[in-house]
């Protein structure tokens, strides 16, 4: 066999083996474009009873975390929405925590963020006088909140 016929071979091969790889990476970037199923909701659904609603009442519920960057300032917007406030804290609540029309619970990790199944920090939950979920949601930013606000005074 000749030094270009084995060349050739080689060449034949590897491009055979290209076309395997590019074909599995296709195969991976549809699978990833299609996005993974999401296994469990976020919080409870609207319209299912609020957990602990005897403990808590209607109002804002709003989950925070200590250690979390944005919590107080969506907490400090959430005194302005004219509406009860329950600051939960998944540990200890900082001593300056809320407003003073905040209702402050702390070490709840165990507790009230496993009733609401809450992801992460901040979280909203509106309960009506019912006992209701009206709403339930991440709130990176204070404006996010107040959109949520908003959104459910509208309904």
Same mark, same amino acid.
């Given at each position: 066999?000749?030094?270009?016929?084995? &060349?050739?071979?080689?060449?034949?091969?590897?491009?055979? @083996?290209?076309?395997?790889?590019?074909?599995?990476?296709?195969?991976? %970037?549809?699978?990833?474009?299609? =996005? &993974?199923?999401?296994?469990?909701? @976020?919080?409870?659904?609207? #319209?299912?009873?609020?957990? =602990? !609603?005897?403990?808590?009442g209607p109002g804002l519920l709003l989950f925070l975390d200590r250690?979390?960057?944005?919590?107080?300032?969506?907490?400090?917007?959430? =005194?302005?929405?004219?509406?009860?406030?329950?600051?939960?804290?998944? #540990?200890?609540?900082? &001593?300056?925590?809320?407003?003073?029309?905040?209702?402050?619970?702390?070490?709840?990790?165990?507790? @009230? !963020?496993?009733?609401?199944?809450?992801?992460?920090?901040?979280?909203? %939950? @509106? %309960?009506?006088?019912?006992?209701?979920?009206?709403? &339930?949601?991440?709130?990176?930013?204070?404006?996010?909140?107040?959109?949520?606000?908003?959104?459910?005074?509208?309904?």
């Amino acid at each position: 066999m000749s030094f270009e016929t084995s &060349a050739l071979l080689v060449t034949w091969a590897a491009l055979l @083996l290209l076309a395997l790889v590019v074909a599995g990476l296709v195969r991976q %970037v549809h699978a990833l474009g299609r =996005g &993974a199923p999401r296994t469990t909701p @976020l919080g409870p659904a609207p #319209g299912s009873p609020a957990p =602990g !609603f005897d403990r808590l009442g209607p109002g804002l519920l709003l989950f925070l975390d200590r250690d979390c960057g944005v919590c107080a300032q969506v907490l400090a917007a959430a =005194g302005t929405l004219g509406r009860p406030v329950r600051a939960i804290f998944s #540990g200890p609540a900082p &001593a300056d925590a809320a407003p003073a029309a905040a209702t402050v619970l702390a070490d709840e990790h165990d507790g @009230l !963020f496993a009733a609401y199944r809450i992801p992460a920090t901040p979280f909203a %939950v @509106l %309960v009506d006088d019912t006992g209701h979920v009206r709403a &339930a949601e991440p709130v990176g930013s204070p404006e996010a909140l107040r959109e949520l606000a908003a959104r459910e005074a509208a309904r």
